[in-house]
């Protein structure tokens, strides 16, 4: 379609490289094949969050890999801005060199 996007992702590995670089590999991917990816591309990031983490657990377990990652990616849609994470990673938007709060960051000690 006529329609601009892009897509920017970063991952943070704990305990090892394997998840990180299996979601980097993934996720983009399954955005990009998901159903809702072209009406409700929030949605789409959401689901692809969760099926590239499920998808990840069975290699793990086939493979016995012990690692995880955290993330943050951006989905541009034409002038829209679509964010996703997961764990503690965090995302900044500067604006007119003021920095805007996005999301709420994770913390162990918040609910």
């Not at 983490?53 to 990616?73: C, I, N, Q, W």
């Not at 829209?80 to 960051?105: F, R, Y």
Request: glycine content about 8%; hydrophobic content about 40%.
């Amino acid at each position: 379609d006529d329609i601009d996007r892009a897509y920017f992702a970063v991952f943070d590995g704990h305990g090892g490289v394997d998840a990180a670089n299996y979601a980097a590999t993934h996720l983009h991917v399954n955005v990009g094949l998901h159903e809702e990816m072209l009406k409700n591309p929030a949605e789409a990031l959401k689901c692809s969050f969760q099926k590239t983490d499920e998808m990840f657990l069975l290699k793990a377990k086939r493979e016995k890999l012990r690692s995880g990652t955290t993330g943050v990616s951006a989905l541009i849609v034409g002038s829209k801005l679509h964010i996703a994470w997961l764990g503690d990673s965090q995302v900044m938007l500067v604006q007119q060199g003021k920095a805007l709060t996005l999301m709420e960051p994770h913390k162990p000690e918040r609910e």
